[in-house]
């Protein structure tokens, strides 16, 4: 298990599961497709349960790795988008609560053009970032 406590999660070819990726850091994994008519409905509290337990054992870096996800439909990107503002609330009215960088296939157009646009909305506290030398199918 990761030291959030999260069990990974699977749905009509969807997966998503955490890992500890170092004294820090950890790795929420995207894998397979999003063609539910409403992903919110599992996304929503997935991606609520794996910020309150990084605020609560205060993990300072959260990387999304969207690189195996081959599909998200607009509703699923809606979700992703309320966990991005989620994760810029201030923790004490001081700090974000733990930064969060989302990491994509340059090899997957959607991954790059929606991941990107969302950083707009968080001025500068989320990054999106490709993962350099990396087949998607091979995360």
Known sequence: ?????????????????????????????????????????????????????AVAVRVSNVDADFSGLDFLNSSGIKAILKWVMRSTETNLGTNPSYQLRLLYSSRVTWQQ???KAITFLTKGTVVAEPILGADAAER
């Open 1 to 53: 298990m990761n030291r959030l406590d999260v069990a990974p999660f699977t749905k009509d070819g969807f997966e998503m599961f955490v890992v500890d990726s170092g004294a820090d850091r950890v790795t929420v994994k995207f894998r397979g497709t999003i063609e539910h008519p409403a992903p919110g409905e599992f996304l929503d509290p997935l991606l609520d349960s794996i910020h309150t337990k």
């Open 113 to 115: 053009a929606s991941l």
